[in-house]
């Protein structure tokens, strides 16, 4: 993935929202204020109760696949993917201290002192370092977050620069959670590849070294979360997503659900897992990626922990022979190389689905 020519990008001034809250608790400066069609409000889970996210057992994957336990979990699975591109998963497997210690480190990087997370700058134009990402003009709105975001593997990704010397165990903690991140995505792929009817190994054979990079988003509580936006509409660029919500935290992730946005209730050991761009381009369509978005709240801060996976930049994405039939289901996607998709997705401003277009066959 060559990077953007990030000198002709002008941003304006990005303010700090952990240090607005500092300075100014009750106002919300204009940039941040959004067009009255684009506010986010925080629904109540309460109201929602018959439309909640679909929940996965994998203890009951790792069972024969022929137990039928087994056999209703994937069934589960492949609903979830297919009807919500959204669903929580339980009895993972990965260790509560893991869980804890990413969570740990990452809430004391955001509390350091503005200086010291400026020592690891998001230039514009990029998407590794802390700031603020996506943004491409001076007047486009700002979201009510800030952000810390690190390629992690392949290697040849890392920006060592950008990885911080403190807190002192946050490069340690990385490397440990990331790891088994790494072999829940692997495990979650085999997974789908089932539910599709598709050889096990069909996803990871044709990723290659795949890419993995986490983001950390912080959101301060806001005065007015009527007004503003945490994190703005988009889909995710990636295969999978694995998404962490912080100890007792409140509602603040929203699926798109049947043009309804839908709360995504955090529940005590779970991870939110989500279909990106490319498994919808990989199943033509039959798993889709779904339009989601983060709002604030008047009382509490909120943190995720937020880790793409996708396939190594040099792999050729294209819907998967299996999965189209001229007759029946035409191909809707072109091919494109994994790296060119990244480029374009990180050279736009997040904007619900618009980043597919890059693959769309239009009829
Ligand atoms: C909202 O999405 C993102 O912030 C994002 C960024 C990921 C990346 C980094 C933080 C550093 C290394 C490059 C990479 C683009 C992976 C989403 O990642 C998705 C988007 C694409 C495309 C992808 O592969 O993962
Ligand atoms: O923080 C959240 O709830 C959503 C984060 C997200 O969608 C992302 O980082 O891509
Ligand atoms: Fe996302």
């Not at 979830?80 to 509560?96: P, Y």
Request: proline share 7%; hydrophobic share 35%; with cysteine.
């Amino acid at each position: 993935m060559a990077p953007l020519p990030i000198s002709s990008i002008r941003v304006g001034k990005i303010d700090d929202v952990q240090e607005l809250i500092k300075s100014k608790p009750n106002t919300v400066p204009e940039r941040f204020i959004r067009e009255a069609n684009e506010r986010g409000v925080l629904v109540s889970h309460k109201t929602h109760l018959h439309h909640h996210i679909p929940v996965v057992d994998l203890s009951k994957l790792s069972k024969p696949h022929t137990d039928d336990d087994f056999l209703f979990e994937i069934l589960k699975l492949s609903q979830a993917c297919e009807d919500w591109g959204f669903f929580q998963v339980i009895n993972h497997g990965i260790e509560v201290g893991v869980v804890e210690d990413i969570e740990k480190v990452a809430k004391e990087f955001f509390e350091m002192p503005l200086e010291e997370k400026k020592k690891y700058p998001m230039e514009p134009g990029t998407v590794q370092g802390y700031g603020q990402a996506f943004i491409f003009s001076e007047d486009q709105k700002l979201d009510w977050c800030n952000m810390f975001a690190l390629g992690v593997h392949p290697p040849s990704i890392r920006n060592p620069k950008l990885w911080p010397s403190k807190p002192a165990r946050f490069s340690e903690n990385l490397e440990g959670y990331s790891k088994e991140i790494r072999k829940l995505c692997k495990r979650l792929l085999k997974y789908i590849a089932i539910s599709l009817d598709l050889k096990e190994e069909r996803f990871e054979e044709m990723f290659g070294e795949a890419v993995q990079a986490v983001r950390m988003n912080y959101y301060p509580p806001c005065s007015r979360p009527d007004l503003v936006m945490g994190l703005s509409p988009h889909s995710d660029g990636s295969a999978l997503t694995v998404l962490q919500q912080s100890k007792n935290s409140r509602v603040g992730l929203q699926i798109l659900k049947d043009n309804t946005w839908v709360p995504v209730l955090p529940l005590p050991n779970a991870l939110v897992i989500n279909i990106g761009d490319t498994i919808e381009v990989l199943t033509n369509g039959k798993y889709k990626s779904v339009e989601h978005r983060a709002v604030t709240n008047r009382e509490r801060e909120r943190l995720t922990i937020v880790t793409f996976y996708a396939p190594n930049y040099e792999v050729k994405i294209e819907p998967m022979g299996e999965l189209v039939d001229d007759e029946t289901n035409p191909c809707k996607y072109r091919s494109y190389n994994h790296g060119d998709y990244s480029y374009h997705y990180v050279s736009n401003k997040l904007q619900g689905k618009k980043s597919l277009d890059f693959a769309k066959i239009l009829n």
